[in-house]
């Protein structure tokens, strides 16, 4: 009790993440496919609607979920819409950063036709992504955390954006991430 007021005040007071948030990043981490895309949908048709930085990302999770909860033919427009707001962005290296993963997790999935039907509709939607964008170099980027302690999200290099050479931001919640103390 003691311990859980204490990380709530913290939390108040480091930043106000959507309890949603944090209950759709648990019950994707537990393994609840259909109710952390329920949940994730609903949070990436709010910050769509408010044009906001992180609907992408949001999207893709929601399509994500989907995928892993066996529901292909919901989770394709997620996937679709969050890859192609990274391409009405014209955030080319996220863009393809993110298409080489849902690609290569439909794919491990055997979900070859579908990985080629995105694939050939990237094709139309932001034809020349890929001269703007190459595979990220080897970096020496401090270790993140594997989760945002703020909202519980899974941290990926490659979802995070750099605030400076020891800070990244969360791409789920906006929260300052650092590499945790020894
Ligand atoms: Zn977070």
């Not at 309890?19 to 048709?45: H, S, T, V, W, Y």
């Not at 906001?52 to 994500?64: E, F, I, S």
């Not at 964008?133 to 999200?153: D, E, F, I, N, R």
Request: proline residues 8%; charged residues 25%; contains cysteine.
């Amino acid at each position: 009790m003691r311990r859980r007021f204490h990380r709530q005040a913290r939390k108040a007071f480091a930043r106000q993440i959507p309890p949603i948030l944090q209950e759709a990043n648990l019950a994707f981490d537990k393994g609840d496919f259909g109710r952390a895309a329920e949940l994730f949908e609903r949070i990436a048709e709010g910050a769509d609607a408010r044009g906001g930085p992180r609907a992408p990302l949001l999207h893709l999770q929601a399509g994500r979920a989907r995928i892993y909860a066996g529901q292909t033919a919901l989770g394709l427009p997620s996937i679709k819409r969050g890859l192609g707001l990274f391409a009405e962005r014209r955030q080319f290296q996220r863009l393809v950063n993110a298409q080489t993963r849902a690609l290569s997790e439909l794919k491990e999935r055997g979900l070859v036709n579908e990985a080629a039907e995105i694939d050939a509709w990237l094709k139309t939607i932001a034809p020349s992504a890929n001269e703007f964008a190459t595979p990220l170099p080897p970096s020496k980027k401090p270790v993140l955390p594997t989760h945002c302690p703020q909202c519980g999200a899974a941290l990926r290099p490659d979802e995070v954006e750099w605030l400076d050479e020891v800070t990244a931001e969360c791409g789920y919640c906006g929260s300052p991430v650092r590499e945790e103390d020894p």
